[in-house]
């Protein structure tokens, strides 16, 4: 398969701490994105990094890309009850015809 | 500034109906479009995508078909639903920066 695995599958945290979820995949990439889905809703388009990228800034989203290791990392710092929502990465499978392959996504949960 | 639009947001069909599930997108010219399937509790699944007016890809076999009559417009559709049609249908493009979604529609089969 070349879908994106994320882990963990659900994640607990209470506002204020940092929020790390992984991602693992088995093909090469051009880039890798992750997105955002509040329940029921659209998914919204977080960072790209693409392969020749490390590590990539948003606000308080940073994200991490190993290629070596075939995996990415998605922390969001201070996290707050409004990051709430279902995390997916997605990677292109090396094609550029844009198709991507997801993952089943982390269940991040922030308590106030 | 580029739109993508999907309609409707909700619907609710019997088994073995007709389903039309229409895709339009403003601000850009020959974008790539696809077609994506949500199960509850998980991933998304690729259907079909489409590099340009009646060019359609399938990634699965499945009950559903595509096509694109118009640069900007991206038709899901299906003679005869089936119960595990049932899901989240996200349509979405694809610019320099990312793969972009609409706001899906959510399809229950009955």
């Known amino acids: 398969s070349q879908q994106g695995e994320e882990d963990p599958q659900a994640l607990s945290i209470q506002e204020g701490e940092n929020a790390t979820m992984n991602c693992s995949y088995k093909?090469?990439?051009?880039?890798l994105q992750w997105y955002r889905q509040n329940s029921g809703r659209g998914l919204v388009h977080l960072i790209l990094?693409?392969?020749?990228?490390r590590e990539k800034h948003s606000g308080r989203l940073r994200v991490t890309l190993d290629t070596s290791k075939k995996s990415s990392s998605l922390l969001i710092t201070a996290s707050r009850a409004a990051d709430t929502a279902s995390y997916f990465c997605?990677?292109?499978?090396?094609?550029?015809?844009?198709?991507?392959?997801f993952g089943r996504g982390t269940q991040l949960t922030v308590w106030p | 500034s580029q739109t993508i639009h999907q309609w409707p947001a909700t619907l609710v069909q019997p088994v073995g109906s007709p389903l039309s599930l229409e895709c339009t997108v403003e601000?850009?010219?020959?974008?790539?479009l696809y077609w994506y399937r949500q199960a509850a509790g998980r991933g998304l699944q690729l259907l079909f995508y489409?590099?340009?007016?009646?060019?359609i890809s399938s990634e699965v076999p499945q009950n559903l078909s595509a096509s694109r009559p118009q640069d900007r417009q991206f038709i899901l559709s299906s003679k005869k639903l089936l119960l595990s049609d049932s899901g989240f249908y996200l349509c979405?493009?694809?610019?320099?920066?990312?793969?972009?979604f609409g706001p899906g529609t959510r399809l229950t089969v009955l």
């Open positions: 979405a493009w694809t610019l320099a920066g990312g793969q972009f």
């Open positions: 093909t090469s990439i051009n880039n």
């Open positions: 990094i693409r392969s020749n990228e």
């Open positions: 997605a990677t292109d499978g090396g094609s550029t015809l844009g198709r991507l392959y």
């Open positions: 601000g850009t010219s020959n974008p790539n």
């Open positions: 489409s590099v340009g007016i009646g060019q």
